[in-house]
């Protein structure tokens, strides 16, 4: 297991909060963090569910569901289209 950063923005920051740890397995996926993030709140279970459009960063870097989370990771998860 390690400890990882989630932080959340745009949108889902609003609905979710800025940020959250959870401990994840090691070897765990993007799918598989979001998957466990799900039964957190009715929110987290609406805006994070499968096929919903939301994209995610690894440590700043954009992440495929498929990419492996690192053992240290910041992982960032937002909509696919954020105003600034």
Known sequence: MTTIHVRYFAGLREALGPQQTIDLPAGSTVAE???LLLPTSARHAELLAPGRAVRCAVNQVM???TALVPEVAE???FPPVTGG
Request: glycine share 0%; aromatic share 12%; proline share 0%.
């Open 75 to 77: 992982v960032a998860f």
């Open 33 to 35: 963090l979001r998957a």
């Open 63 to 65: 992440a495929e569901e």
